[in-house]
């Protein structure tokens, strides 16, 4: 069976769940295997969940699919009173929920902090937005008819990333039970301990068994998101995480022309102006390439500098760099931790190889740092050239690559090629330029003058190949419900 190490620390120890979520009960594999969760810090083993599979799979849709039933007819307030409990419950176990994150994610103790607080305002946003989903009448064409428009809930399967344990989870999961929907969860199996506590809380909150359900696994994970797109009774798929799964689960899901949420990869432009407050652009730099370790989709990738600032803006950006401190998330010191494993290293080291043998200068850092964990020091190459793999790859890591740039219509031309467009980022003072590049950005969501645009209340997501739908905002519970259209007529 599966087993916590005792080095979790928390006050509220019934928190640490062990064992995937079915059907209201706390259930080990049918087959007995486990999956090892580790400490990115530490390479040290925090405890072990079940590798459950497709039968697994199918009793957690099968749970899903009838607590729907009667979950979809409860009333927007009802629900709207459980999710402001679940928060409030969130809110109370707020450190307990945050050391979790850097334990097993690795990011620094005041980010998981950070990550908290976005993970829990999805909660609230949702938990306010459940009783506003709003029907239409429309005035009709034909005298004796009239013409209603309702919200419906749809049903829905839930894929996670390990970047964000908790708020990728929230995201998601407050949208789908605000509409009155139901849920399976597969979690990350790096980092499943921050939802398996979410879902525990949920349940302290009053959500009824079979509305939420997790299933962890990581040999089997083919079969069961095989299972979660094509299952006729799950009608709605949500993922985040890398572009070639997300057109994998795509093609999953057309099977059975499921309602799609996908949100991808992202190769994030970052362009410094000449009219740009450069302090300001060196700290929105920080914030945006370096959060996470540079693991988060809509951190900057390719940083674009226009060359009569360049020089200035590279060797600011090396000095802040240059004051990091990386080491274990718990310790106080610590402003950038881990990555999330080797095979992350591993990536970073190439990009940083590929990019200096195509003449790239190596401005701060560019090698693994020793010791156990995963862990590689923050760098910074300058002259990147357009043919390295940073420019068209994602890296995920603390790579800041600088290019420079001479005409607002290069940089445009630059940050526009590629066939991703999740977030993009630029500085400028010049009102003209802020309202061109922003419109020109062929992106899903844009930071004028600010590297950090992540809230509960817009519409996240991205066009092209970083995917479809949106998370959050006003329009984040749409994507949970069916719109449905009834006519009146004989009147």
């Given at each position: 069976?599966?087993?916590?190490?005792?080095?979790?620390?928390?006050?509220?120890?019934s928190?640490?769940?062990?064992?995937?979520?079915?059907?209201?009960k706390?259930?080990?594999?049918?087959?007995?295997?486990?999956?090892?969760?580790t400490?990115?810090?530490?390479?040290?083993?925090?405890?072990?969940?079940?590798?459950?599979?497709?039968?697994?799979?199918?009793?957690?849709?099968?749970?899903?699919?009838?607590?729907?039933?009667t979950?979809?007819?409860?009333?927007?307030?009802?629900r709207?009173?459980?999710?402001?409990?679940?928060?409030?419950?969130?809110?109370?176990?707020?450190?307990?929920?945050?050391?979790?994150?850097?334990?097993?994610?690795?990011?620094?103790?005041?980010e998981?902090?950070?990550?908290?607080?976005?993970?829990?305002?999805?909660?609230?946003?949702?938990?306010?937005?459940?009783?506003?989903?709003?029907?239409?009448?429309?005035?009709?064409?034909?005298?004796?008819?009239?013409?209603?428009?309702?919200?419906?809930?749809?049903?829905?399967?839930?894929?996670?990333?390990?970047?964000?344990?908790?708020?990728?989870?929230?995201?998601?999961?407050?949208?789908?039970?605000?509409?009155?929907c139901?849920?399976?969860?597969?979690?990350?199996?790096?980092?499943?301990?921050?939802?398996?506590?979410?879902?525990?809380?949920?349940?302290?909150?009053?959500?009824?068994?079979?509305?939420?359900?997790?299933?962890?696994?990581?040999?089997?994970?083919?079969?069961?998101?095989r299972?979660?797109?094509?299952?006729?009774?799950?009608?709605?798929?949500?993922?985040?995480?890398?572009?070639?799964?997300?057109?994998?689960l795509?093609?999953?899901?057309?099977?059975?022309?499921?309602?799609?949420?996908?949100?991808?990869?992202?190769?994030?432009?970052?362009?410094?102006?000449?009219?740009?407050?450069?302090?300001?652009?060196?700290?929105?730099?920080?914030?945006?390439?370096?959060?996470?370790?540079?693991?988060?989709?809509?951190c900057?990738?390719?940083?674009?500098?226009?060359?009569?600032?360049?020089?200035?803006?590279?060797?600011?950006?090396?000095?802040?760099?240059?004051?990091?401190?990386?080491?274990?998330?718990l310790d106080?010191?610590?402003?950038?931790?881990?990555?999330?494993?080797?095979?992350?290293?591993?990536?970073?080291?190439?990009?940083?190889?590929?990019?200096?043998?195509?003449?790239?200068?190596?401005v701060?850092?560019g090698?693994?740092?020793?010791?156990?964990?995963?862990?590689?020091?923050?760098?910074?190459?300058?002259?990147?050239?357009?043919?390295?793999?940073?420019?068209?790859?994602?890296?995920?890591g603390?790579l800041?690559?600088?290019?420079?740039?001479e005409?607002e219509?290069?940089?445009?031309?630059?940050?526009?090629?590629?066939?991703?467009?999740?977030?993009?980022?630029?500085?400028?003072?010049?009102?003209?330029?802020?309202?061109r590049?922003?419109?020109?950005?062929?992106?899903?969501?844009?930071g004028?003058?600010?590297?950090?645009?992540?809230?509960?209340?817009?519409?996240?997501?991205?066009?092209?190949?970083?995917?479809?739908?949106?998370?959050?905002?006003?329009?984040?519970?749409?994507?949970?419900?069916?719109?449905?259209?009834?006519?009146?007529?004989g009147?």
């Open positions: 069976t599966s087993h916590a190490s005792d080095q979790f620390g928390l006050k509220d120890s928190l640490i769940r062990t064992q995937a979520y079915i059907d209201g706390w259930v080990d594999a049918k087959q007995g295997g486990v999956i090892k969760v400490n990115p810090a530490t390479a040290e083993e925090l405890g072990t969940v079940p590798e459950m599979g497709l039968e697994e799979t199918k009793e957690a849709i099968d749970a899903a699919a009838n607590a729907f039933k979950w979809s007819k409860t009333t927007a307030k009802q709207h009173d459980i999710l402001k409990k679940f928060y409030a419950l969130m809110q109370e176990h707020q450190d307990d929920l945050a050391r979790l994150i850097t334990l097993e994610n690795g990011k620094p103790l005041a998981a902090k950070g990550e908290h607080a976005y993970s829990a305002s999805f909660i609230e946003w949702f938990a306010e937005e459940a009783v506003r989903t709003y029907g239409e009448v429309i005035p009709s064409a034909i005298s004796n008819l009239r013409n209603v428009v309702i919200k419906q809930p749809i049903g829905t399967s839930i894929l996670t990333p390990w970047n964000f344990p908790s708020a990728m989870i929230t995201r998601k999961l407050g949208a789908a039970l605000a509409a009155g139901t849920a399976v969860i597969k979690p990350p199996p790096e980092t499943p301990f921050s939802a398996l506590a979410l879902v525990e809380l949920a349940t302290r909150a009053g959500v009824p068994p079979g509305v939420i359900n997790v299933v962890t696994t990581q040999a089997n994970v083919n079969d069961v998101g299972e979660l797109c094509q299952n006729t009774a799950v009608k709605k798929v949500s993922f985040t995480g890398s572009t070639p799964v997300a057109k994998m795509y093609g999953l899901a057309a099977t059975t022309l499921k309602k799609v949420s996908l949100e991808a990869g992202g190769n994030a432009p970052f362009i410094v102006f000449d009219d740009a407050d450069i302090d300001a652009a060196v700290a929105g730099a920080i914030i945006c390439k370096f959060r996470g370790s540079g693991q988060t989709c809509v900057a990738n390719r940083i674009y500098v226009q060359s009569s600032v360049y020089a200035d803006f590279a060797s600011r950006l090396a000095e802040k760099v240059a004051a990091f401190k990386v080491g274990n998330g106080k010191d610590t402003t950038h931790g881990p990555l999330i494993h080797d095979r992350a290293v591993e990536k970073v080291e190439r990009h940083v190889e590929d990019a200096l043998s195509k003449g790239a200068q190596l701060h850092g090698k693994r740092l020793p010791g156990p964990g995963s862990f590689f020091a923050p760098t910074v190459l300058a002259d990147v050239p357009a043919d390295a793999a940073v420019n068209s790859e994602e890296t995920f603390p800041a690559a600088l290019t420079r740039f005409t219509e290069e940089v445009i031309r630059l940050a526009n090629s590629t066939p991703l467009g999740l977030a993009g980022y630029f500085f400028s003072r010049d009102v003209g330029r802020v309202w590049v922003a419109e020109a950005l062929e992106v899903g969501m844009v004028t003058n600010t590297g950090a645009i992540s809230q509960a209340v817009i519409p996240f997501g991205g066009i092209k190949e970083s995917g479809l739908g949106r998370e959050g905002g006003p329009h984040g519970i749409d994507e949970y419900m069916n719109t449905k259209y009834i006519a009146f007529g009147l």
